[in-house]
Structure formats: C-alpha cells, structure tokens
C-alpha cells in the first residue's frame, strides 16, 4: 500500500498543509498537493502578533487541510500518518496544528509524528532532489534561526555554529523596519539593493574571522546609526539596504566555505526563508566554484511550508519513530539528532 503523509505547518504566519505520497516501498515520495495561506493581518502591526496568528490558524486550518486532499485527489480513509510543526515557534499557533493532527490521527486511527520546524527547512531540497543524501553541509537560515549543520545522515546532526544573538532573517526583518520598508523584511531589502552603490556606506561584518558563529545585532545597530546620521533617507535607502545585504551575506557565505574546508563535503544545502533571496545563492554558488555544489529549494519550498515537514516527518516515520498522545507544542523545542562528536579542526565545542 501507498505510503500517504499530510503534513501540517502553523508555527509562525503561515497556515499550510501538504500531501506525500510514496507510490513503491522504498522509493522517495512525490509531492501531491501543498496549501499555503499567508495570514496577511500582520503586515498592518508590521509584524507578526501572536495571538492573531493562532486564531487565524484556528480559522483556516481545517480548510486549508481539506483543500490539500482535494487537490491531491485523495480522500481521508487513504491517509497513513500526520507530520506536524511541534516546535520551535509561537506556542499558540503550533498548539492549533498540534491538536488538529493528533485529533486527526486518533480519529482515523493514524500515526502521529512531531516535527522540529528547522528539520523541515534541511529537508525541503529533498522533495525537488530525490537524490540529495547525506553527508553535506547545511546553512538554515531564517526568521528565528541561524543554523550551520555538518549533516553526517538524515537525522545525525553535527552543530558547527548558530547565531547568538539576532537570527539573520530577523536582522533582515529589523533593517527593513528601521528603513521603513514594512514586513517582511527580507524580499523588500532584496528588492532595493540592486539600486545601492555598494561603495557609499561601509558596515561591519560581525565575527567574520572567527569560527562558525553567528551575531547580527551588532550590524543591526550600525545600521540604526547610519540611518539616523542620514539628512535624506529616501536618497540613502538603497544604498543602506545594499551595503546591510553584501555585509550579511559575507558573513555567511565566509562562515559555510570555512565550513566546507573543515569537513571537506562536496555538497552544500542552502535553507529557511532566508534561502529564497537569489543573491545568497548566487554568492554562495560563486564562492564555493570548484568546492562543493549548492542544493537550494524554489523559494515557494523554502519558505515555511507542510510540505518540508511531510518529508522531514516522512522519513522519521519510515525508521519506525512515532509520537505517542503526549505530544505537545514546543515554542523552544531543541534540535534533533546533534551529535557531541569531535568537531573538525578549529571547531568550538558548544
Ligand atoms: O523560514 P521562514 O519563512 O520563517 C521562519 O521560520 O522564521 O523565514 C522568514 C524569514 C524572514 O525573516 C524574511 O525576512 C526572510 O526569511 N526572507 C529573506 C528573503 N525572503 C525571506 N531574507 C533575505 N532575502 C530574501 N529574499
Ligand atoms: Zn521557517
């Protein structure tokens, strides 16, 4: 029998659902339908509000759901198993999906599995590229997180370096805001920055000698200098939004071809919202010429979506793992699978 996953994502704006479909035993699952309904309210508050975006997926979800079999072409009774967002992220919105997906497997008499969001973000290349395996470098970068990972399998993990402090799309998120270009952040900056001289400001790039972490509050603050010592901001807007995007994308582009050297993979997986900008794909592929190949998602896939969390929850559910009815929403839920393993040369322990 046809292995059938919905997957269902509320963690954050979007409500989404998804269905995988696995036509032969052993053979990687085709995408049959994927939902997404971006909750537009918060664009008015100029960011998300938590409890809007629980009610909202209280509203939508079980719309949304009906809407992903319908366009899959297939009815409940066809459905195996439901992979949820457990975590991280607003704990509101993940209890909707949370509750839905068990109440939907207890029903139906179907397994249940909880997801960690930031898994679903390493998986999502897989659903384009069914041949992407391990071992790679992963990059995850989003509103919340900035992750780089030596994925030694699916599901055994290796922390290089996370950030520690802003998340890099939250820094994107932030520099929008402070140059009045709404939310989200990160398409209006990629948008503008064609526009800027890349010589007119000069920002810092935090940490960027320094190992395999993260900081991007720094920069944040240095935008916030350079636009309040501007006279004419809507002179200097594309300029700024270009100078805070090449030093952002040095930075991790710096850090994941350090990263490469020291494990020496051949692959490179690019993840999260923040993998949608075309210039940090293309300056990683520029950067990693003749050291590894880039695997990065279409944007619709790395933006937050079911269908990253019906392959990531697909293959957890594969290796026989299931969650049992004490599955609940995790606002911090840790990473799964990281290994305390000796880190490459040069590498701090975490
Ligand atoms: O993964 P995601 O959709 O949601 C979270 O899990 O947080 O990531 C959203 C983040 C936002 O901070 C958004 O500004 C950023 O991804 N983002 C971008 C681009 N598109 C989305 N950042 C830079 N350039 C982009 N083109
Ligand atoms: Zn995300």
């Not at 050291?291 to 594969?318: E, K, Y």
């Amino acid at each position: 029998m046809a292995d059938v996953v919905l997957g269902i994502e509320t963690s954050c704006d979007e409500t989404s659902a998804a269905v995988l479909v696995a036509e032969r035993a052993g053979r990687p699952p085709e995408l049959a339908s994927l939902v997404i309904l971006s909750q537009d309210i918060h664009k008015v508050f100029g960011g998300v509000v938590p409890e809007l975006a629980s009610r909202a997926h209280l509203a939508a979800l079980p719309a949304v759901v009906e809407r992903a079999l319908v366009e899959a072409g297939i009815g409940w009774s066809a459905l195996d198993a439901v992979a949820v967002t457990q975590g991280p992220g607003l704990v509101g919105a993940l209890l909707v999906g949370v509750v839905y997906a068990k109440a939907l497997a207890y029903a139906g008499d179907r397994a249940v599995i909880g997801v960690h969001h930031m898994e679903g973000h390493l998986f999502a290349p897989a659903l384009e590229d069914p041949e992407l395996a391990p071992p790679f470098v992963a990059l995850l970068v989003s509103g919340g997180h900035t992750l780089l990972l030596d994925v030694l399998a699916w599901g055994r993990y290796r922390l290089l370096g996370a950030t520690r402090d802003d998340a890099a799309g939250e820094a994107f998120d932030k520099v929008a805001t402070l140059l009045g270009l709404g939310y989200p952040g990160g398409p209006a900056i990629e948008r503008l920055a064609p526009e800027g001289d890349p010589a007119r400001f000069s920002l810092p790039r935090p940490m960027l000698d320094d190992g395999f972490e993260f900081s991007f509050s720094g920069l944040k603050t240095a935008v916030l200098h350079v636009v309040r010592a501007s006279d004419d901001l809507s002179r200097d807007r594309p300029h700024i939004a270009r100078a805070f995007q090449d030093a952002v994308l040095d930075v991790l582009v710096t850090k994941l071809e350090r990263a490469v050297r020291a494990t020496g993979r051949s692959t490179v997986v690019l993840g999260g919202g923040v993998a949608c900008s075309r210039a940090l794909t293309a300056r990683a592929a520029e950067r990693l010429t003749g050291l590894a190949r880039v695997a990065v998602a279409s944007p619709r896939l790395n933006a937050d979506n079911a269908a990253m969390i019906a392959r990531a929850g697909w293959h957890r559910l594969g290796r026989g793992e299931r969650s049992d009815w004490t599955l609940d929403a995790r606002a911090d839920l840790p990473f799964p699978g990281l290994e305390p393993a000796a880190m490459p040369r040069g590498v701090p322990h975490p």
